[in-house]
C-alpha cells in the first residue's frame, strides 16, 4: 500500500491545475478529488482593464490543466483563459488542456441569418492559437462544435449525473415523464427517457427573438405525470417558465427543470420564484451560490468527480468513454 501510495503521488505530481476567477468553487472541488492543490496564480487587471496574469510556480515539462468558465463576465473570463493558456505555452510546458465546462459562445455556432458571424469557431481559433492541446467540455450546446477545431475535443456528458439525480429523487418512474423544451433536445432527453424507461414528450416552441418565444405547443401526454424538462442551458429562463406553465395546463402533477448550464442572467431567478416549477436542478459547471441565494427552488448536481475523473485519465492516456454512461464512484 506504501508502494501504491507513493507511486499515484509521483504520477499526480507531474500534473498542475490552474484556475482563473469565473469558477474557483469547481476548480476546488476538482482538485480535492484528484488529492492536489491549484497551484499558485495571480489575476489582476490594469488601470485601463488590461488583464495580467502570473503563474506562482513552475510549469515547464507538466501536464497543465486550466480551469475556465464560460458564464458570467464571460469575456473577461475568456481572455484570462487565452493569457493563462499563453503564459504557459511561453513557459515550455509539455501540454495544456483547456477545461472548459460551459463553452462560451457556443450558441453562435452557425450563419442562420446574412452576416451572422459563426463565434463558436472564433472562440475555437483563439484557443488554438493560444497554445491549447486538448479541450474538455461538457454538453456542448451542438456536439458539431467538436468538429471547429485541429485538436483533440472531449465533450463529457451530464447524463449520467442527472439520471443519477433522477433515481434517486424519484421513487415511481412509471409516473415520470421527461420533457424536451424544443425540437433541438430531443435527442437528449430520449436518451435520458431511454435509459430510465420513463414516458417523453416534446413542447414544439416559436421565437420572435432571441431569449423570446411567442408560442409553445405540447406534444405527448402529461396528465397526472411528475415533468421534467431537460435542456442543456437556463440563461433568462423565460423558456422553462412558460414551459412548465404548458405542463401544468396539460394537467401534469409537478413540474422540475433539470439543466446542465445554468446562468441565470437578468431577472432569471424572480421568474423561477413566481413560476409554477418546483425546483430548477443545475450542475456546477457555473458558479450558482448568488442564484442561490435568490431563489431557494435552484438546486445544485456536482459534476466535479466527472471532470476530476476525465483529468485523471487524459493524464494517464486512458479512455474517458466510460465517463459518458457512469458517474465515477
Request: glycine residues 6%; hydrophobic residues 45%.
Amino acid at each position: 500500500i506504501f508502494f501504491l501510495s507513493f507511486f499515484l503521488n509521483i504520477i499526480m505530481s507531474c500534473i498542475r491545475v490552474l484556475a482563473g476567477t469565473g469558477n474557483v468553487g469547481l476548480a476546488d472541488i476538482i482538485c480535492t478529488r484528484l488529492g492536489i492543490d491549484i497551484e499558485p496564480c495571480t489575476v489582476k487587471k490594469f488601470a485601463n482593464e488590461e488583464t495580467a496574469v502570473e503563474i506562482g510556480i513552475s510549469v515547464r515539462g507538466h501536464d497543465v490543466f486550466i480551469v475556465g468558465c464560460g458564464s458570467g463576465a464571460i469575456n473577461d473570463n475568456l481572455m484570462e483563459l487565452l493569457i493563462l493558456i499563453n503564459a504557459c505555452r511561453y513557459a515550455s510546458a509539455r501540454r495544456i488542456t483547456a477545461v472548459l465546462p460551459l463553452f462560451p459562445y457556443a450558441r453562435q455556432d452557425k450563419k442562420d441569418k446574412s452576416r451572422a458571424p459563426i463565434t463558436a469557431k472564433l472562440v475555437a481559433n483563439m484557443l488554438t492559437v493560444a497554445g491549447a492541446d486538448h479541450i474538455i467540455t461538457m454538453d456542448l450546446h451542438a456536439s458539431q462544435i467538436q468538429g471547429f477545431f485541429d485538436v483533440p475535443v472531449d465533450n463529457l456528458f451530464a447524463e449520467p449525473a442527472i439520471v443519477q439525480y433522477i433515481k434517486t429523487n424519484y421513487q415511481n418512474l412509471d409516473e415520470v415523464c421527461l420533457v424536451s423544451p424544443d425540437a433541438g433536445g430531443a435527442k437528449r432527453c430520449t436518451s435520458i427517457a431511454d435509459h430510465l424507461n420513463t414516458g417523453f414528450a416534446i413542447i414544439h416552441k416559436e421565437r420572435k427573438k432571441a431569449n423570446e418565444v411567442s408560442s409553445m405547443a405540447l406534444i405527448g401526454e402529461v396528465e397526472g405525470q411528475d415533468c421534467i424538462i431537460v435542456d442543456d442551458m437556463a440563461d433568462t429562463c423565460g423558456t422553462l417558465c412558460k414551459a412548465a406553465e404548458k405542463l401544468m395546463e396539460g394537467n401534469a402533477r409537478s413540474v422540475t427543470a433539470i439543466v446542465t448550464h445554468g446562468l441565470f442572467s437578468r431577472d432569471a431567478t424572480d421568474k423561477i420564484n413566481k413560476s409554477v416549477l418546483k425546483a430548477v436542478v443545475v450542475t456546477n459547471t457555473c458558479e450558482n451560490k448568488v442564484a442561490m441565494e435568490k431563489c431557494s427552488k435552484i438546486k445544485e448536481i456536482n459534476v466535479g468527480p466527472i471532470f476530476a475523473e476525465a483529468i485523471r485519465r487524459t493524464h494517464n492516456g486512458e479512455s474517458v468513454s466510460y465517463l459518458f454512461r457512469h458517474v465515477p464512484l
